[in-house]
């Protein structure tokens, strides 16, 4: 079972994007239950968490991307959203999604996001 991640792209410094996950049928049944959240990895670092809401809609950030990041989920279209506003350069990864309910998690396959200064 694999999440479905789009709208990586390359833009400038101080523009936006937003990332869109959609949980595949296979998960739709459970979606509400799901904790979703967004990471991402940088070459040569660690995978690190970005924003995650959980199934009570509760969200929490990173300290870089709060205050510029915004994370949503939509019930109805079983989509976790990450708008990203006023981009870093810091900000270029791979980002990917990510769906939780007790022992069983789920990623989806990455989408690239690459900002130039």
């Known amino acids: 079972v694999q999440l479905q991640a789009s709208g990586g792209g390359l833009v400038q410094a101080g523009r936006s994007l937003r990332l869109s996950c959609e949980a595949p049928?296979?998960?739709?049944?459970?979606?509400?239950?799901?904790?979703m959240a967004w990471y991402r990895q940088a070459p040569g670092k660690q995978r690190e968490l970005v924003a995650a809401v959980t199934a009570s809609r509760t969200t929490t950030y990173a300290d870089s991307v709060r205050g510029r990041f915004t994370i949503s989920r939509d019930s109805s279209q079983k989509t976790v959203r990450l708008q990203m506003n006023d981009l870093k350069p810091d900000d270029t990864a791979v980002y990917y999604c990510?769906?939780?309910?007790?022992?069983?998690?789920?990623w989806g396959q990455g989408t690239q996001v690459t900002v130039s200064s």
């Open positions: 049928r296979t998960i739709t049944s459970v979606f509400n239950g799901l904790d």
């Open positions: 990510n769906a939780q309910r007790g022992l069983t998690t789920y």
